[in-house]
């Protein structure tokens, strides 16, 4: 009896490679999965069936992980504003946390004794699915063919060619990945320090040049209407958002960071949605929530985006983070009012029944209705008493008598 094994499939050469490799050369029964983050259409996923069956596998499995995706991890990126480096929402590496648990999940169900993934041993994605498998599935045994080969692209076609496999070599100018939280796009250009992508690169041109008003509505921290119109899940929200921002030009970015593997990478990507909200919620923040909520935030996300980066989404720690963020949401509910120009936006103000910001307790800078002058005099020589008693204390005084 053959053994199972289920294989992350997408379709593209290195899986196709892997579905021919594991049935012809080692005898397995192939069971392919593609897990859809929500950057698939039915007509795609249809097409990825057909070619899964046509390199022989013995069946296919599509798991929609969109709503859960958001459940379990996108919303906790908008609840902690998390940019990586100040710039990628983590479109991406969220992505492949979800799927690689997906897979094991699945592996699980279906009794296989092996997983096996198309990863080369160059970059983040091996470590991320190999390790979420030896946490969930650590009795699995893990196979990658394409790293344990060491096969370069053009072994990989002839190989291919060989068992009668035809499809198009050609190998895009540009690799694309999509999903709900965003489009990452590598090319020659990311393989330098010092090029921009050029326009045809970005997957979504632009089309839109008239400046567009939005009202975001967000509800303890998440996006659940835009204009007048609500939506049943903020997965619904995002795609709205994203066709309404995405012809702008809107979240176009190279972002450069340091991968789990130990080397600096870029990557370009679109991400328009994503920004948006990110940089709306975040305007609602600062004026509901208190000084030391944001400042506590802003360690614990920067934490948090960072480790799941590194595929660390199981570390228990993770749960700790999010019932955190969680719980500083209670509050985060209001309008945020949007200014969608060519390439760039605006976050023009916001309205909230929760906001601090509020004139009964007096206007910054002008008048203020809750305290007289004589009490912040007391404040302020009380604020700083234990500082100027430092500086009392380890200032050097002159020697008594002066100088002779």
Do not use: C, W
């Given at each position: 009896m053959k053994k199972k094994v289920v294989l992350a499939y997408s379709g593209g050469l290195d899986t196709s490679f892997c579905c021919i490799y594991l049935t012809r050369?080692?005898?397995?029964?192939?069971?392919?999965?593609?897990?859809?983050?929500?950057?698939?259409?039915?007509?795609e996923l249809k097409g990825v069936e057909e070619r899964a069956y046509q390199m022989g596998v013995t069946s296919h499995h599509v798991v929609d992980e969109t709503e859960n995706f958001y459940n379990t991890c996108v919303r906790f990126l908008i609840y902690g504003n998390v940019l990586k480096n100040n710039t990628y929402p983590?479109?991406?590496?969220?992505?492949?946390?979800?799927?690689?648990?997906?897979?094991?999940?699945?592996?699980?169900e279906i009794g296989a004794e092996s997983v096996a993934h198309g990863s080369t041993g160059?970059?983040?994605?091996?470590?991320?699915?190999?390790?979420?498998?030896?946490?969930?599935?650590?009795?699995?045994?893990?196979?990658?063919?394409?790293?344990?080969?060491?096969?370069?692209?053009?072994?990989?076609?002839e190989y291919l060619k060989k068992h009668g496999v035809e499809m198009?070599?050609?190998k895009a100018k540009y690799s694309i990945n999509k999903g709900i939280w965003?489009?990452?796009?590598?090319?020659?250009?990311?393989?330098?320090?010092n090029l921009g992508l050029p326009e045809e690169a970005w997957p979504t041109q632009v089309t839109e040049s008239a400046p567009k008003n939005l009202e975001l509505v967000f509800k303890q921290g998440e996006l659940i209407g835009i204009d007048d119109k609500k939506y049943d899940h903020p997965t619904k929200a995002i795609q709205a958002l994203q066709a309404i921002a995405q012809?702008?030009?809107?979240?176009?970015?190279?972002?450069?960071?340091?991968?789990?593997i130990g080397i600096k990478g870029r990557?370009?990507?679109?991400?328009?949605?994503?920004?948006?909200?990110?940089?709306?919620?975040?305007?609602?923040?600062k004026h509901v929530l208190t000084k030391w909520q944001l400042s506590w935030k802003d360690q614990l996300s920067s934490f948090y985006g960072n480790w799941l980066h590194e595929g660390q989404f199981h570390d228990p720690i993770m749960r700790n983070i999010e019932a955190f963020l969680a719980d500083?949401?209670?509050?985060?509910?209001?309008?945020?009012?949007?200014?969608?120009?060519?390439?760039?936006?605006?976050?023009?103000?916001?309205?909230?029944?929760?906001?601090?910001?509020?004139n009964k307790f007096g206007s910054y800078g002008e008048m203020n209705n809750s305290w007289s002058g004589e009490d912040v005099k007391g404040f302020s020589k009380i604020f700083g008493n234990q500082v100027m008693i430092y500086h009392k204390v380890n200032t050097p005084q002159p020697p008594e008598g002066g100088a002779e």
């Open positions: 050369d080692l005898g397995y029964e192939v069971h392919s999965v593609i897990v859809n983050t929500g950057g698939f259409s039915d007509d983590l479109s991406v590496s969220a992505e492949r946390v979800s799927q690689a648990t997906a897979i094991a999940n699945y592996a699980k160059a970059g983040n994605d091996q470590v991320r699915f190999d390790m979420i498998f030896n946490i969930l599935v650590p009795e699995v045994q893990i196979i990658t063919p394409i790293r344990d080969l060491k096969l370069s692209r053009e072994a990989e076609i198009n070599f050609e965003g489009t990452s796009v590598g090319g020659k250009e990311t393989l330098t320090s012809p702008y030009g809107i979240g176009r970015d190279i972002h450069v960071g340091d991968t789990i990557v370009g990507f679109e991400a328009a949605a994503p920004m948006v909200i990110i940089k709306a919620h975040h305007t609602l923040e500083t949401q209670k509050n985060v509910s209001g309008k945020v009012f949007v200014e969608l120009h060519p390439y760039r936006f605006q976050v023009v103000g916001i309205e909230s029944d929760h906001d601090l910001m509020s």
